[in-house]
């Protein structure tokens, strides 16, 4: 294995292991429930998410890189990661997502599994708007481990 391909392996793996652990662990409660919201404390909510989501990412990067002996180029690293939160802040702010969605005629997927105005008769995680969120982030994942290749 060359070291670009053993740098992408490894850094997909530990982008994507961050990446599940900060959006359903680390991320709080607030911001869960507040990073959607057009107003201040929505942009708040999201960018500490985006902070503490960015510094698990590079804790997992460092980690793999040390415990396996790859060296993993600081540049690359941070282009990675600053890709990686960039578009995380872009996809967890909803609307920007649900409006390409739209665009890109998904909108019918996107609000699947979303409760009626008014009711709540569907509080799960397996709406279409969260497996076009999920998919989005592992794109930019895909793209964050090349970066670092």
């Given at each position: 294995?060359?070291?670009?391909?053993?740098?992408?392996?490894?850094?997909?793996?530990?982008?994507?292991?961050?990446h599940e652990?900060?959006?359903?662990?680390?991320q709080?409660?607030?911001?869960?429930?507040?990073?959607?919201?057009?107003?201040?404390?929505?942009?708040?909510a999201?960018?500490?998410?985006?902070a503490t989501?960015?510094?698990?990412?590079a804790?997992?990067?460092?980690?793999?890189?040390?415990?396996?002996?790859l060296?993993?180029?600081?540049?690359?690293?941070?282009?990675?990661?600053?890709?990686?939160?960039?578009?995380?802040?872009?996809?967890?702010?909803?609307f920007?997502?649900?409006r390409?969605?739209?665009?890109?005629?998904?909108?019918?997927?996107?609000?699947?599994?979303?409760?009626?105005?008014?009711?709540?008769d569907?509080p799960?995680?397996?709406t279409?708007?969260?497996?076009?969120?999920?998919?989005?982030?592992?794109?930019?994942?895909?793209?964050?481990?090349?970066?670092?290749?």
């Open positions: 294995m060359t070291d670009h391909a053993a740098a992408f392996s490894a850094g997909f793996i530990a982008l994507y292991v961050a652990v900060a959006d359903h662990w680390i709080t409660e607030r911001q869960a429930m507040n990073k959607h919201l057009r107003n201040w404390t929505g942009r708040r999201c960018a500490g998410h985006v989501y960015t510094a698990v990412a804790a997992a990067l460092w980690l793999v890189a040390a415990h396996t002996g060296a993993l180029a600081p540049t690359r690293s941070a282009a990675a990661l600053a890709i990686s939160a960039a578009a995380h802040y872009w996809i967890d702010r909803r920007t997502l649900g390409f969605a739209g665009a890109v005629g998904k909108a019918g997927f996107y609000s699947l599994g979303t409760p009626r105005p008014g009711h709540d569907n799960c995680l397996g279409g708007s969260y497996a076009l969120d999920q998919s989005a982030h592992v794109l930019t994942l895909l793209v964050a481990a090349l970066i670092l290749a």
